[in-house]
């Protein structure tokens, strides 16, 4: 009998868990809710992000001399 190694079984447990995951939240509704939730959350955070200009991250290139 062939002994499996733990770390394959903690690869395939992970896939299986992984796809198991999936279809339960794109087979419910639940699920799909949960995903639009989500998806909507990540685009408002990215549309009210506020980016900083003030900080130029050229004055760390030692290759721009008129940075330094």
Known sequence: MQTIPVHRFYQA????????????????????????????QSTEAITTT?????????RFDPTCPQCM
Do not use: P
């Open 13 to 40: 447990s992970g896939i299986i868990t992984a796809m198991l995951l999936a279809l339960l939240l794109a087979g419910t509704a639940t699920g799909r809710n949960t995903l639009v939730w989500l998806y909507r």
């Open 50 to 58: 506020t980016h900083i200009h003030a900080v130029s991250l050229d």
